[in-house]
């Protein structure tokens, strides 16, 4: 009953970030779902350009299981465009890495339904993996159900697994199969144990972690965590037939996508295909690197939201968070002392599959840039989740507490934060981003844009007289309001020297990228801060500001003073003067 529960409230919460997370605004969606479309529509691998290009050194197996869902819909651009005002370390325009014009919005049609549509998989997987997550603890520990339920509730409510259930991502079937792999394994260890089965048992560990190769290469890894199963069995009679059992399946399966990675990139693993996709890592892992990737890792293991990974927990959630996993790992080790010994050895196999997988991350993060993601690890997730449920258990009965207690009260708790996350937390963003107070004093401008899209107001700090040496930085403010229903208009930005010629150019909404104008309400203001920038090959000279409005196909619309007068398509908005550094 209990296990029934945490899937419904699981299934809901992932429906739930399907809905409120924008298109896109997960780590490498758009290319996930490109390779879905390519997929879909070709029915071959993607090469290394287009919307797939992120991902194209992937394995096919989640984008062959999802396209068919988007194979009625006929091909067309993707609905996202890159937000050109995303800045990463910046307060309030660090939200959105995506502009959601119309066509990608409620109600969905067309290809904005198919992407979603597409995400719906991930749920299931999702399913999947915590199932395989209780069975895996009854498995380990077949005396403890209430902590299987707890092992269960952990990984279904830790908000960065059940956001990945709501989005296009191969991480979700690369976790399921992860998950049961280490299942089949625990129960092959288990049965061969008590003599109840000969090889055959070993049979299903082969299947899942051959298969699991075709969901992401990284997998690989498994092979050494099957491997080590094998090996607690080994006094036993037979070994050689399990060890059969597991690696002729197993090869079987996985040695058709080396040599496809052989054929494609000149080598088994795809490296050179990955290299062409990928920011390489150049030099060694200095320290501060170490210690740079390593709190990205803890910090987005809880949250990692957004099409960056940028948007985390409060920081204090986070330390409580951490300071529980501390509690469990205390738990932990005491549990051991007293655990039997098949049991402890299960365990212990569990904490190895957990440092083979931190290794591998250790390995990728030599390789490539921006792997402090705590997703990157959720292959060891079902495992660590077990460990952690063996821990709080324990501290519970050393409290006097009922093992059901613990697991209720750890089901409630996960619930009740995974609600907060999605519909106190994310959807706020999404919904109503943050934006900075205006300055204190405002020119007036009164322009139109074409119709109904006027600038009432704005604040540059470049003025007549203003000095700034290349690659000077400044924010710029302007008030805007609709006096009728807008459709979708995009603002542009120019620096310009004396003849006209452009040295900068941002283009992006007007709202600085928080929202599009044809979801604005006639007649209420709409400020927004503007990034400025004097590029750093700027030569000395004098610039001007330039201010022009334009529909999303690149029409410029006409500019109007209040008594109807044309201005022009763009207008002038502040001036500098770049001097040598």
């Known amino acids: 009953m209990a296990l029934r529960v945490i899937l419904v409230l699981y299934v809901g919460l992932a429906l739930g970030y399907n809905a409120v997370v924008p298109l896109g605004e997960a780590p490498d969606e758009v290319s996930h779902y490109g390779y879905v ?34 194979a009625w819909q006929p091909d067309e651009d993707i609905p996202v465009v890159a937000n050109g005002d995303f800045e990463l370390d910046h307060p309030t325009r660090r939200v959105r890495v995506l502009i959601q014009p119309p066509a990608a919005r409620w109600p969905w049609r067309g290809e904005a339904l198919a992407w979603h549509i597409a995400r719906l998989p991930s749920a299931l997987f999702g399913v999947i993996t915590v199932v395989a997550t209780y ?8 005396r403890e159900p209430w902590t299987a339920v707890l092992a269960a509730a952990f990984v279904a ?15 979700t079937l690369t976790v399921t199969l992860a998950a049961t792999t280490l299942l089949a394994a625990a129960v092959a260890v288990r049965r061969t144990w008590h003599r109840r089965a000969g090889p055959a048992a070993w049979w299903s560990a082969g299947l899942l972690g051959g298969l699991s190769i075709w969901a992401k290469t990284s997998n690989w890894l498994l092979a050494a965590t099957v491997g080590l199963a094998w090996a607690l ?7 050689r037939a399990r060890l059969a059992a597991v690696a002729l399946p197993w090869g079987a399966l996985a040695l058709p996508w080396f040599a496809m990675n052989w054929w494609r990139s000149g080598d088994p693993m795809g490296w050179n295909l990955l290299d062409r996709v990928t920011d390489e890592r150049v030099g060694p892992l200095t320290w501060p690197i170490v ?19 940028h948007i985390s927990l409060p920081a204090g959630l986070n330390l409580l968070l951490g ?46 840039l921006g792997t ?86 704005y604040a540059v700090p470049w003025e007549e007289g203003t000095q700034a040496a290349p690659g000077t930085r400044a924010e710029a403010y302007f008030e805007w309001e609709a006096t009728r229903s807008l459709d979708d208009r995009r603002l542009r930005l120019q620096l310009v020297d004396k003849e006209g010629r452009p040295i900068w150019i941002k283009e992006g909404t007007p709202s600085a990228g928080r929202d599009t104008t044809d979801q604005w309400p006639v007649g209420v203001p709409v400020g927004a801060w503007h990034r400025l920038e004097v590029p750093p090959q700027a030569e000395p000279g004098w610039y001007r500001l330039m201010l022009s409005v334009h529909t999303p196909d690149g029409r410029t619309l006409p500019i109007r003073n209040g008594d109807g007068q044309v201005l022009g398509e763009q207008i002038m908005v502040g001036q500098v003067t770049v001097v040598a550094p």
């Open 37 to 70: 479309r390519h997929v879909a529509l070709r029915a071959t691998l993607p090469a290394p350009q287009g919307a797939a290009f992120g991902e194209v050194f992937q394995p096919p197996l989640y984008y062959a299981l999802v396209a068919p869902l988007t």
């Open 135 to 142: 069975w895996l603890a009854r498995a380990v520990m077949p």
């Open 157 to 171: 409510f830790l908000p960065q697994f059940t956001f990945q259930g709501g989005t296009v991502t191969n991480d």
């Open 233 to 239: 069995t080994w006094p036993l009679s037979g070994r």
């Open 291 to 309: 210690r740079e990737v390593t709190a990205g890792l803890v910090r987005t293991f809880w949250a990692g939201f957004g099409g960056a990974a």
């Open 323 to 368: 300071s529980s996993v501390l509690l469990a790992v205390g738990g932990l080790v005491w549990r051991l002392r007293r655990a039997n010994s098949r049991e402890r050895t299960l365990l212990g196999w569990l904490l190895a599959h957990v440092v083979l997988v931190l290794l591998g991350w250790v390995q990728w993060t030599r390789t490539v």
């Open 372 to 457: 402090g993601q705590g997703r990157l690890i959720f292959p060891a997730l079902p495992a660590l989740a077990l460990l952690f449920a063996a821990g709080w258990a324990e501290v519970g009965r050393l409290l006097g507490r009922r093992p059901s207690h613990v697991a209720l009260a750890g089901v409630g708790a996960g619930a009740l934060l995974g609600t907060w996350t999605l519909l106190l937390f994310l959807r706020p963003l999404y919904v109503a981003p943050p934006v900075a107070p205006p300055p204190a004093e405002l020119r007036a401008a009164g322009w139109f844009f074409g119709d109904g899209l006027q600038l009432r107001r």
